[in-house]
């Protein structure tokens, strides 16, 4: 006899265990009901208020009216003195516990659902204007707590890519700035996990804040930046854009058939010096993709580069036993781990330019142009370091602050802190001078 399935409860149950709330969809993936079902009981459990429904950013989310496990009064109670002291014995020290939500951000277990990570995922080669109008759809992050906060207003800067949040309603400006340092923690949890999972760097600052007597009108308003991670560099001995006796190749095809993360792959492997074999089963797309990737890297970056069939690789494994090896947008095979997100963000964003670039012949000019800026300033901070450590063969520091304010002023230009850990990445792999941990600490200290 088949044992009748409770729908009811088993969707009650999915809701319970997930205190972040549930879109109807992650409901249906993670129980594997069909969509019907799942709003057929979800509208039976909003009539018995078991559960309620909130529209955050751009998803409706299901969250249990039980107070499951914790009660949530009893939290925010304890946050709240907990904050109250801290910023009693830290006075003026925003900035400090911007840094702490940083570092909770790479401990914390975030459950995000299959669309957020899907959404992340596209955001990744997506404009800085597309990002910063998509906005919206982080606010979720801000709600940890206290279902209350609302947002009033949302102003975007386009030309300066910037935005700000005014925040409302929050239990954390009851009256009062004394939990302000909530604020800053959230902000800095943000700004981290979603510059990695975006692959940008994304700066989240509180801008201002103020309390009045009746608390609706208590407002914290927050500030959203969208770095420029490639440097504006004017390199007259790069000249030539195009390499001698060579020809932009078929953009427009390239384009229609490579996939933004699988180029971000074959740059970052490249840059790296790893030998690198992309599968396919076109012929042309073989042809293709050999002709653009040495057009690319002609006289700057010495790389060993193939495409073959599936087939071929099969037979032949072992002599790809040294090679990264990609298929589409599945790493096959990848020893030493180089291709993951965390490690490709400065070339997502080359990328990105690339594919957005409205003709072919500019899309060719900023990869090459990018690439002339990589060799180049990689193989200076490498001669750098290089002579500092030949002439100060005793010393356990490194000057950091002078050797990037030198490359800086040399350039006219800025170097974020990924753009110099992309540097010293090429550094290492490509040119072979090895950092210690110890120095590389140093040298991101700016």
């Not at 925040?167 to 909530?182: A, E, P």
């Not at 800095?188 to 994304?202: A, K, N």
């Not at 073989?286 to 002709?291: E, F, G, M, T």
Request: charged residues 25%; contains cysteine; aromatic residues 14%.
């Amino acid at each position: 006899m088949t044992r009748k399935v409770d729908y009811k409860q088993k969707i009650y149950q999915c809701i319970l265990n997930n205190g972040y709330g549930l879109t109807v969809t992650d409901i249906a993936n993670e129980i594997n009901f069909s969509r019907n079902t799942v709003y057929k009981y979800l509208e039976i459990l909003e009539n018995e208020e078991l559960i309620y429904k909130k529209k955050i950013g751009m998803y409706t989310l299901y969250f249990s009216q039980e107070e499951n496990i914790l009660n949530k009064d009893l939290i925010i109670s304890f946050l709240k003195g907990l904050l109250l002291n801290l910023k009693s014995a830290f006075p003026d020290k925003g900035a400090m516990f911007q840094e702490f939500g940083r570092n909770m951000a790479k401990t914390m277990n975030i459950s995000f659902s299959e669309n957020d990570l899907k959404y992340f995922k596209k955001l990744m080669y997506e404009s800085d204007e597309k990002i910063l109008e998509s906005i919206g759809n982080y606010l979720p992050y801000f709600n940890l707590i206290h279902d209350s906060v609302a947002v009033s207003e949302i102003t975007i800067d386009k030309k300066n890519k910037k935005a700000s949040i005014t925040f409302v309603n929050s239990d954390m400006l009851d009256l009062t700035d004394d939990y302000i340092y909530y604020f800053y923690l959230i902000v800095g949890l943000m700004e981290e996990t979603l510059s990695e999972h975006i692959g940008r760097d994304i700066k989240f600052d509180v801008l201002e804040y103020e309390t009045f007597d009746v608390k609706k009108n208590s407002f914290v308003k927050i500030s959203v930046g969208i770095q420029v991670m490639l440097p504006d560099i004017e390199m007259k001995e790069y000249d030539e854009i195009i390499p001698k006796n060579s020809e932009i190749p078929d953009i427009e095809n390239l384009k229609m058939i490579l996939n933004p993360q699988t180029l971000s792959y074959i740059v970052h492997a490249c840059v790296l010096g790893q030998n690198l074999l992309i599968i396919s089963e076109n012929d042309e797309v073989k042809a293709l993709l050999i002709n653009f990737v040495r057009t690319i890297y002609s006289e700057l970056f010495d790389i060993n580069f193939s495409v073959e069939n599936n087939g071929f690789y099969q037979k032949n494994k072992t002599l790809y036993k040294d090679y990264i090896v990609i298929g589409g947008l599945e790493i096959i095979y990848d020893k030493k781990n180089l291709l993951n997100k965390r490690k490709i963000k400065i070339e997502s964003v080359i990328v990105q330019q690339f594919f957005n670039e409205p003709s072919p012949d500019k899309s060719f000019f900023s990869l090459r142009r990018e690439m002339q800026k990589a060799y180049m300033l990689s193989k200076e901070l490498s001669d750098i370091i290089s002579d500092f450590f030949k002439q100060n063969k005793e010393s356990k520091e490194i000057d950091s602050k002078m050797i990037t304010d030198a490359l800086e002023k040399k350039y006219n230009t800025s170097l974020t802190t990924s753009y110099l850990t992309f540097l010293v990445d090429i550094m290492e792999n490509y040119f072979g001078v090895s950092v210690p941990k110890v120095w590389k600490f140093f040298l991101f200290q700016l």
